[in-house]
């Protein structure tokens, strides 16, 4: 198993290859099946809004280890529009399109980690991480 996989995002498929990608690393590293799944949820969020607002992006899959438990980072990034009001975009309840209805607050729920950086404009990056359970 690869340590790291970049995925272009494009299209649909290739929100289907992240996922995919994800759930491989994630069971060599054994993640339940649970958390395979919320982790695959997430990236389709945050994936398909690089479809949906920027066009194309990507999303950067690593493998951590901190301690007794590994993790997987997914880092989704594009140069699109960014997001003009990050604090309205973070209530639940809240879209812009024909997303899975997660939106950012529901994925942030998904995983361990959440962090957003965007710059209207220029793009967004978004950093997830799930850890495997001790």
Request: charged share 25%; glycine share 12%; aromatic share 4%.
């Given at each position: 198993?690869?340590?790291?996989?970049?995925?272009?995002i494009?299209?649909d498929?290739?929100?289907?290859?992240?996922?995919?990608e994800?759930?491989?690393?994630?069971?060599a590293?054994?993640f339940?099946?649970?958390?395979?799944?919320?982790?695959?949820?997430?990236?389709?969020?945050?994936?398909?809004?690089?479809?949906?607002?920027?066009?194309?992006g990507?999303?950067?899959?690593?493998?951590?280890?901190?301690?007794g438990?590994?993790?997987?980072?997914?880092?989704a990034?594009d140069a699109?529009?960014?997001?003009?009001?990050?604090?309205?975009?973070?209530?639940?309840?809240?879209?812009?399109?024909?997303?899975?209805?997660?939106?950012?607050?529901?994925t942030?729920?998904l995983v361990?980690?959440?962090?957003?950086?965007?710059?209207?404009?220029?793009?967004?990056?978004?950093?997830?991480?799930?850890?495997?359970?001790?």
């Amino acid at each position: 198993m690869a340590d790291d996989a970049r995925v272009a995002i494009r299209t649909d498929a290739d929100v289907v290859t992240a996922r995919q990608e994800a759930r491989t690393m994630g069971a060599a590293l054994g993640f339940s099946s649970t958390d395979l799944t919320l982790l695959a949820t997430a990236i389709s969020e945050v994936a398909r809004n690089i479809t949906a607002y920027a066009g194309e992006g990507e999303v950067l899959l690593r493998v951590l280890h901190d301690g007794g438990r590994a993790g997987i980072e997914v880092v989704a990034s594009d140069a699109g529009p960014g997001i003009t009001d990050v604090e309205l975009a973070m209530q639940d309840g809240y879209t812009t399109g024909n997303g899975l209805g997660l939106g950012l607050p529901g994925t942030r729920r998904l995983v361990d980690e959440f962090e957003l950086e965007t710059t209207p404009g220029a793009g967004t990056r978004i950093r997830l991480v799930k850890w495997t359970r001790a």
